[in-house]
């Protein structure tokens, strides 16, 4: 069974910080692995979709990177800002069939400016 | 387009009651799924919806059902309620065939007392 694991839990840091957050599933084999975002009282925003074949995605200040054979992604945030202030789930998606996500339990970010 | 409409957003329950919840996806998906996040077991995926057919389960017990109309309009019944069904429900819905790129709506946030 698809175990992910996400640390930290919460993390709260000044604006402007560079930050890591960390990702990592128990089955290594082929998944896709996306990362969301979680306004409180609201639901998820995809953030960023690795494919199974490659290796990272950026889009503005985000950067997803994938290591499937040690069973890790991380997520980098330059440049924090008060906005950023959400939690953040990854999710590991077997390829084939149907799109049935294994969630992280995220990590609640607070920027504080 | 309008996204993702759930109702009610909140609802509180007494044990042993039933509740149905109602998801309205973005116009022009057929693709419906309901996820419940606790704190406890994070975000789980409960079952999806595609052109009124069931396609898939989570791992939940019998309590736990729903339907999707011709409209795409997708209902979730929890029948005989228990404390641990307190949670936070959401509803994706997805214009792809495999049900992914999935939009989220906000939630239905039931307690049950």
């Known amino acids: 069974k698809q175990e992910v694991t996400q640390i930290p839990a919460a993390l709260s840091v000044p604006e402007g910080e560079n930050l890591v957050l960390n990702c990592s599933f128990t089955?290594?084999?082929?998944?896709?692995l996306q990362w969301f975002r979680q306004d409180p009282g609201k639901g998820l925003t995809s953030l960023l979709l690795?494919?199974?074949?490659?290796r990272e995605q950026t889009s503005g200040r985000l950067n997803a990177s994938l290591d499937k054979s040690s069973g890790r992604s991380t997520l980098y945030i330059a440049a924090s800002q008060p906005g950023d202030s959400a939690t953040y789930l990854c999710?590991?998606?077997?390829?084939?069939?149907?799109?049935?996500?294994?969630f992280g339990r995220g990590t609640s970010l607070i920027v504080h400016p | 387009k309008a996204g993702v409409t759930q109702t009610p957003r909140y609802l509180i329950k007494t044990r042993g009651q039933q509740v149905t919840l109602s998801c309205s996806p973005i116009?022009?998906?057929?693709?419906v799924s309901w996820y419940q996040q606790t704190p406890g077991q994070g975000l789980q995926f409960l079952f999806e919806?595609?052109?009124?057919?069931?396609?898939n389960k989570g791992n939940f017990p019998g309590r736990f059902s729903g339907r999707q109309f011709s409209n795409s309009r997708s209902e979730m019944n929890v029948s005989t309620l228990e404390l641990g069904d307190s949670a936070l429900y959401l509803c994706?819905?997805?214009?792809?065939?495999?049900?992914?790129?999935?939009?989220f709506g906000p939630g239905t946030r039931l307690t049950v007392t």
């Open positions: 690795i494919q199974s074949s490659q």
């Open positions: 994706a819905s997805s214009s792809k065939v495999d049900g992914r790129e999935q939009y």
């Open positions: 089955d290594s084999a082929i998944y896709n």
């Open positions: 999710a590991v998606i077997p390829l084939g069939g149907s799109y049935i996500p294994t």
């Open positions: 116009s022009g998906h057929r693709s």
């Open positions: 919806y595609f052109s009124e057919t069931q396609r």
